[in-house]
């Protein structure tokens, strides 16, 4: 059978799962975690991800992640491959090191965030890494030990998690220690990692419900959430893949998108592909990595190459370019069954 699309979008809450390949561990000491950490809070911090939960364990690792405008992908690509590498250098030795694939769920923020929070953060009490809570308050590779203060990073989104347990952050902490707490003897949650249509539906109990009552749910492993939840994000997913592929067979390459930012701004196709300070070739330069990246789908680094810049630079250009079209109300033209179509952005 074969593999399913991963499924991403800006403001996507993603939960990461990524094991060593036959589940042979990935971190042999304190200097592969820091290492770890080290390249993850950059590229978090570079790509203007959000971070709301992390923890290591021996042969595996969990991340909570909100997507900004760099997609899924190129974020775990950077990470794996940059760590791997390293890794195998370290230990002298050769071959892959993860899975060929991680899991990636879309998660239905409400009520699923801190649930997810709190299961991700509980790992290593349920590994034995830590002996107990308090333990898990001082472990350096989770997030948990972050949110209750013992230790201060600023890649992490402590105040977004924070923010939901109290306006004032000494009160937060207790709550949201508490919240950890009660959630020790709950077990594994399976629900939480695996089992699609299982997962979708909150449970098996609930799932033996609505089978009682004839109510069909739609299920998918890429998305945790209700069944309404996981319809929206499967149509909305398909439709963005139907939008990049009418443009594509319409001839809407990479460099037809540059020629129409060209005629729009009036100016030459070289203002646009090579950097520059002027207010014009900043504003044409974000529309056309907008364009790039949202609308025909293709990676950040990739476009980057292309307009010679980084990857972290492509990303605030895509959200500049997005704002400008909106307040422009700027529209490109592409056709579908020789009749021209608008694109509104």
């Given at each position: 059978?074969?593999?399913?699309?991963?499924?991403?979008?800006?403001?996507?809450?993603?939960?990461?799962?990524?094991?060593?390949?036959?589940?042979?561990?990935?971190?042999?000491?304190?200097?592969d975690r820091d290492d770890f950490v080290d390249r993850f809070?950059?590229?978090?911090?570079?790509?203007?991800?959000?971070?709301?939960?992390?923890?290591?364990?021996?042969?595996?690792?969990?991340?909570?992640?909100?997507?900004?405008?760099?997609?899924?992908?190129?974020?775990?690509?950077?990470?794996?491959?940059?760590?791997?590498?390293?890794f195998n250098r370290r230990h002298r030795r050769h071959g892959?090191?993860?899975?060929?694939?991680?899991?990636?769920?879309?998660?239905?923020?409400?009520?699923?965030?801190?649930?997810?929070?709190?299961?991700?953060?509980?790992?290593?009490?349920?590994?034995?890494?830590?002996?107990?809570?308090?333990?898990?308050?001082?472990?350096?590779?989770?997030?948990?030990?972050?949110?209750?203060?013992?230790?201060?990073?600023?890649?992490?989104?402590?105040?977004?998690?924070?923010?939901?347990?109290?306006?004032?952050?000494?009160?937060?902490?207790?709550?949201?220690?508490?919240?950890?707490?009660?959630?020790?003897?709950?077990?594994?949650?399976?629900?939480?990692?695996?089992?699609?249509?299982?997962?979708?539906?909150?449970?098996?109990?609930?799932?033996?419900?609505?089978?009682?009552?004839?109510?069909?749910?739609?299920?998918?492993?890429?998305?945790?959430?209700?069944?309404?939840?996981?319809?929206?994000?499967?149509?909305?997913?398909?439709?963005?893949?139907?939008?990049?592929?009418?443009?594509?067979?319409?001839?809407?390459?990479?460099?037809?998108?540059?020629?129409?930012?060209?005629?729009?701004?009036?100016?030459?196709?070289?203002?646009?592909?090579?950097?520059?300070?002027?207010?014009?070739?900043?504003?044409?330069?974000?529309?056309?990595?907008?364009?790039?990246?949202?609308?025909?789908?293709?990676?950040?680094?990739?476009?980057?190459?292309?307009?010679?810049?980084?990857?972290?630079?492509?990303?605030?250009?895509?959200?500049?370019?997005?704002?400008?079209?909106?307040?422009?109300?700027?529209?490109?033209?592409?056709?579908?069954?020789?009749?021209?179509?608008?694109?509104?952005?």
């Amino acid at each position: 059978m074969p593999r399913q699309a991963r499924i991403d979008a800006p403001g996507a809450l993603q939960h990461i799962i990524c094991r060593g390949i036959e589940r042979r561990k990935i971190f042999l000491s304190d200097v592969d975690r820091d290492d770890f950490v080290d390249r993850f809070s950059l590229i978090i911090s570079d790509s203007e991800t959000l971070c709301y939960a992390w923890a290591l364990l021996e042969n595996h690792f969990h991340l909570l992640l909100r997507t900004g405008n760099v997609p899924i992908t190129t974020i775990m690509r950077r990470l794996l491959t940059g760590y791997a590498v390293s890794f195998n250098r370290r230990h002298r030795r050769h071959g892959r090191l993860f899975q060929n694939r991680y899991k990636s769920i879309l998660c239905q923020e409400d009520p699923y965030l801190l649930e997810l929070v709190r299961y991700i953060h509980l790992n290593p009490l349920r590994a034995g890494i830590v002996e107990d809570l308090d333990g898990l308050d001082g472990y350096a590779y989770c997030g948990h030990s972050r949110l209750t203060g013992h230790i201060e990073s600023d890649w992490q989104a402590v105040n977004g998690v924070l923010s939901l347990f109290g306006k004032q952050k000494k009160a937060a902490r207790k709550r949201y220690r508490r919240f950890i707490q009660d959630g020790i003897d709950q077990g594994k949650r399976p629900e939480l990692t695996g089992g699609g249509l299982l997962r979708s539906a909150g449970g098996w109990g609930v799932l033996k419900s609505m089978r009682r009552m004839k109510e069909h749910l739609k299920g998918d492993e890429r998305i945790l959430g209700d069944s309404d939840f996981v319809m929206q994000v499967l149509e909305t997913a398909q439709e963005r893949m139907e939008e990049r592929y009418r443009l594509t067979v319409s001839g809407y390459t990479f460099e037809r998108m540059i020629e129409l930012v060209s005629e729009h701004f009036g100016i030459s196709i070289d203002d646009i592909l090579f950097p520059g300070k002027h207010p014009y070739r900043v504003k044409a330069r974000s529309v056309a990595a907008y364009l790039a990246v949202r609308r025909l789908g293709m990676d950040g680094t990739m476009v980057g190459q292309r307009m010679g810049v980084g990857q972290s630079t492509i990303s605030r250009a895509v959200t500049r370019g997005e704002k400008i079209i909106r307040e422009l109300d700027i529209s490109f033209p592409y056709e579908k069954n020789n009749k021209e179509m608008i694109d509104n952005g």
